[in-house]
């Protein structure tokens, strides 16, 4: 399987010789020189990256240090073909921040170009996904040691291979959809067949992203494929019985300590995703003896195959990618429009909307007649030949005047599709200007996008350690080397020492379990940081549902009390804590929940969020950081945000509860309530004294008068 983690960081380090040997099993090349080739009166060098079974990877640069244009690429492939019929060429333009990937499809005697591009910075999913591919595992050769030229031909065709979408697909989509219909078995009701093709094919479709997102089993980017292959080696038409029926009303539906020890060694490492989409349908339960054949999957599975599959709607991203458009496109065909009044807008026409709004609203706030004599004018017709053009000046018109100034409104709405394009544009715009600023020598675009990088976060959960599934590296008592584990009873809120732990793990008992599949080379893991933490069993009729703290370095974590997965800036650490303990977040949560506080409730909060530089947002971090750092462990995080130590913290009750107070009312400003709709929040706890919710009330006023900042 491929490693994750050191496969991105070679694609993003653009280092394709040791990508593809060492992590993809290919050969050492044949001849490691470069040499040079002319084509169209221009220079180009090439040279062997990597080779199996006569297939040979190329990488090739031109002297202007650009990637030629598509009859150029053509031209080339041609020659080299003549030298080494099957190849694959990677194009690198002159600084390696840009690569494009060929390779040629023969069928029928006719060539098919299929192109693929990876630019610096880009997140890399999509790719590792077509990487995944063309993995070489040694047992796959024979026992000389080689692999036959069919199967890496094959593997190739696999991942680049993509063909275009949109109708094509839905025409292949509805054909296997068609076929997949005639072999369900036990259902007599054609209606009730139909309905349930379609509840089976939906289903295989969503996990499908997830496996090419590598979310599945610590990263099997073939999990489905793999466990057909399983089955299929312990008798006839089981992967829908013994299988698929297992992962959907027992992987996603149940929390993994709910469901059965078996259930959990067949299907490894899957999530509760609490989702109607995997509860049992009321065709399921009209008709229990439903069965489907083991062929029905490998037809969909080889369609799926031919096309790639991304969640990620990046810039430099294909219309040969499944993504949430071509989803919806499906959907479009599959329901009766006039029936159900639903409708989707298709990306070419919502594209065209934001090239007649945006692109022209955008040209119109850099283009200038200029002055003359003094300034010349500036008239750029296309958003494209601005991005290639652009300077110092026009991107600090863009960044500081132009896109922060850009307001759109859609005013039917619907499902979106026109505004989440927007959103798509002006990230491409915002990552063109971005990249630019690399190579620009200006000091403050440099500051600006320094900032921007430190200020940016995300939310990233995780239920780290399973108090079922890893009970077997629990122990019982410290020693040295072990670390406490945090479980949901230990922490509230901002004390993460609420109670005593009762379980310590060996580190690299827990480093090992967290990794799972992925090589532990001594990466920092976010256990060793300051994180976020949160009980995750809690009801809506607590005194409080919504209970964070953060977590001292070297605490591992149970699955009931969820924590960060990710590494986050330590002020915005401290602002998402005190958000979190807010009532006004309690409140919108508790709407939300009943037993457990799981990860969709949390993401679905709605957290403001603030510059570093925002009047509010130092008043709030520093209050946090008092309540949080009052022991030595947090030293470092007090020192971070301006306090001397943890002796800056405050340890007197009636002081702790001030602070508080003050958060919350200054919360409630954050999230622009009136005064009326935050006292109706602060009544529906009926369980908090009415002292700490007055004294919110009173914080809530004294913030508006000025009186607390």
């Avoid at 029928?108 to 997140?123: A, E, L, M, T």
């Avoid at 036990?186 to 992203?209: H, P, Q």
């Avoid at 001292?552 to 924590?563: E, K, L, N, S």
């Amino acid at each position: 399987m491929i490693n994750l983690e050191r496969t991105r960081t070679l694609l993003q380090n653009f280092d394709f010789k040791t990508l593809f040997i060492e992590e993809l099993g290919w050969s050492q090349p044949v001849a490691r020189q470069s040499i040079s080739m002319t084509c169209k009166d221009q220079e180009f060098s090439r040279r062997q990256v990597a080779q199996l079974a006569g297939v040979v990877v190329f990488e090739i640069k031109s002297q202007d240090g650009n990637i030629p244009d598509a009859k150029t690429r053509a031209a080339l492939q041609k020659e080299i073909a003549g030298m080494h019929h099957e190849n694959l060429l990677i194009f690198v333009d002159e600084r390696r921040t840009q690569s494009l990937w060929c390779w040629i499809k023969r069928q029928n005697g006719k060539s098919f170009f299929r192109d693929h591009i990876y630019v610096r910075g880009q997140p890399g999913d999509l790719f590792l996904g077509k990487l995944n591919s063309m993995v070489f595992d040694i047992s796959e050769f024979d026992e000389t040691g080689n692999v036959s030229l069919v199967e890496v031909t094959n593997r190739l065709k696999q991942a680049l291979d993509v063909e275009r979408v949109t109708k094509k697909f839905y025409t292949e989509f509805q054909d296997q959809h068609l076929a997949f219909l005639e072999l369900i078995e036990g259902i007599v009701d054609e209606r009730d067949k139909r309905w349930y093709a379609s509840v089976l094919l939906n289903r295989l479709m969503f996990i499908y992203f997830l496996q090419r997102k590598f979310f599945l089993d610590n990263g099997d980017g073939r999990y489905l494929q793999n466990k057909l292959t399983e089955m299929k080696q312990q008798g006839r038409d089981l992967y829908y019985s013994n299988f698929l029926k297992l992962l959907f009303f027992e992987g996603f539906a149940k929390p993994e300590d709910k469901r059965d020890p078996e259930a959990n060694k067949l299907l490894g490492r899957i999530k509760y995703l609490n989702g109607g989409l995997f509860l049992l349908h009321p065709v399921e339960e009209r008709w229990p003896e439903i069965a489907v054949p083991d062929k029905a999957f490998e037809n969909l599975y080889a369609l799926f195959e031919r096309y790639s599959w991304n969640l990620n709607d990046t810039p430099g991203g294909e219309d040969n990618e499944i993504n949430p458009d071509v989803l919806g496109y499906i959907f479009e065909k599959y329901i009766n429009q006039k029936a159900f009044g639903a409708y989707y807008t298709r990306p070419e026409i919502t594209e065209y909307l934001c090239e007649r709004t945006i692109h022209r609203l955008i040209m119109d706030g850099v283009n200038t007649p200029g002055i003359p004599g003094v300034l010349p004018p500036r008239e750029f017709e296309s958003i494209g030949d601005l991005l290639i053009n652009l300077d110092v000046s026009i991107c600090r018109i863009l960044l500081h005047d132009v896109l922060p100034n850009l307001r759109l409104l859609d005013p039917v709405c619907g499902s979106a599709a026109f505004l989440v394009a927007a959103m798509k544009t002006l990230i491409n715009i915002y990552a063109a200007v971005i990249g630019k600023i690399e190579f620009l020598s200006d000091r403050n675009l440099r500051q600006w996008l320094d900032e921007a990088v430190r200020e940016k976060w995300e939310l990233k959960l995780a239920q780290e350690l399973n108090m079922t599934s890893d009970s077997k590296i629990f122990h019982g008592e410290p020693k040295p080397g072990r670390i406490p584990l945090v479980q949901g009873g230990m922490i509230h809120q901002y004390n993460s020492a609420y109670s005593e732990p009762k379980f310590w793990i060996d580190e690299k008992e827990g480093r090992k379990a967290i990794l799972g599949r992925v090589e532990d080379e001594g990466q920092k893991l976010p256990y060793e940081v300051y994180r976020f933490a949160h009980r995750r069993i809690a009801r809506s009729t607590d005194e409080r549902a919504a209970i964070a703290c953060i977590l001292p370095p070297r605490r591992f974590c149970a699955d009931i009390a969820q924590t960060t997965r990710n590494i986050i800036p330590y002020p915005s650490l401290l602002f998402l804590t005190s958000v979190f303990n807010s009532f006004v977040v309690d409140w919108e949560l508790r709407l939300r929940i009943t037993t457990h506080v799981d990860m969709h409730f949390v993401y679905a909060i709605r957290i403001p969020r603030l510059a570093h530089s925002d009047p509010a947002f130092a008043p709030i971090v520093t209050r946090t950081a008092r309540l949080i750092c009052t022991t030595p462990e947090f030293d470092d995080l007090a020192k971070e945000v301006g306090l001397k130590s943890h002796k800056d913290g405050a340890t007197d009750p009636l002081e702790r509860e001030k602070l508080r107070a003050e958060l919350d009312g200054m919360i409630a400003h954050l999230y622009g309530l009136t005064e009326g709709e935050f006292a109706y929040i602060l009544t529906t706890f009926p369980l908090v004294t009415q002292s700490t919710k007055d004294a919110a009330l009173a914080a809530y006023r004294d913030v508006g008068k000025g009186l607390i900042n």
